[in-house]
């Protein structure tokens, strides 16, 4: 006999129930060619696993992080929850931030990378498939290679977590035709398409 089902919502139920409004932000440390530390920011949807916003940083102050959410909700464009660690790079100017665009933050308790684990994962596919394979130069260099890894993971990468579906709707193409490769960063990944 099956137990009944809790009246209290599990975090995973409530991700499950809500992805379509959820957004989930993280920081990665890599480091370039001299061994000093760069930081990128990104925010994930979680619904679609597309990549919303990312920036790179040598520095990254609150107000440096709130002017990222405030380029990554222009217009109103905005999610009701908001998942973060409790990083102290989330501070006051942040916070207003959050405050003036009515988003809910969901705080993550400590020391557990699975509740913001769709940004994990992004880290980890961003580490293993692209930034293990250069020798970073310095922070434009670092902003280029992950802009192409972001093009690349929102509109040619399928995704197991989304059934194989790519996170942006790919453009329609005709049924026939030879299928050409488009690389991406240097070749390392490749985008298939059809023949115009």
């Known amino acids: 006999m099956r137990k009944p089902a809790s009246p209290d919502q599990t975090w995973l139920t409530f991700l499950h129930n809500h992805a379509s409004q959820v957004w989930a932000c993280d920081f990665l440390q890599t480091f370039d060619l001299f061994f000093r530390a760069l930081f990128v920011f990104v925010i994930v949807e979680?619904?679609?696993?597309?990549?919303?916003?990312?920036?790179?940083?040598?520095?990254?102050?609150?107000?440096?992080?709130?002017?990222?959410?405030?380029?990554?909700?222009?217009?109103?464009?905005?999610?009701?929850?908001?998942?973060?660690?409790?990083?102290?790079?989330?501070?006051?100017?942040?916070?207003?931030?959050?405050?003036?665009?009515?988003?809910?933050?969901?705080?993550?308790?400590?020391?557990?990378?699975?509740?913001?684990?769709?940004?994990?994962?992004?880290?980890?596919?961003?580490?293993?498939?692209?930034?293990?394979?250069?020798?970073?130069?310095?922070?434009?260099?670092?902003?280029?290679?992950?802009?192409?890894?972001?093009?690349?993971?929102?509109?040619a990468r399928p995704h197991q977590g989304i059934g194989q579906q790519i996170p942006s709707e790919p453009e329609p193409s005709a049924g026939e035709g030879e299928i050409i490769a488009f690389p991406m960063l240097g070749g390392l990944h490749h985008d298939y398409r059809r023949a115009a």
């Open 46 to 155: 979680l619904d679609s696993r597309r990549v919303v916003h990312f920036a790179v940083t040598r520095h990254p102050t609150d107000a440096w992080v709130a002017q990222q959410l405030r380029e990554a909700t222009p217009f109103g464009v905005k999610p009701r929850f908001l998942i973060r660690d409790r990083d102290r790079k989330f501070g006051e100017a942040f916070g207003r931030v959050v405050k003036g665009t009515s988003i809910d933050i969901l705080l993550t308790p400590y020391h557990s990378p699975q509740a913001n684990a769709i940004c994990e994962r992004f880290w980890g596919s961003l580490r293993r498939e692209c930034l293990d394979f250069f020798i970073l130069l310095g922070e434009r260099h670092l902003y280029w290679v992950v802009k192409e890894y972001v093009d690349y993971f929102n509109g």
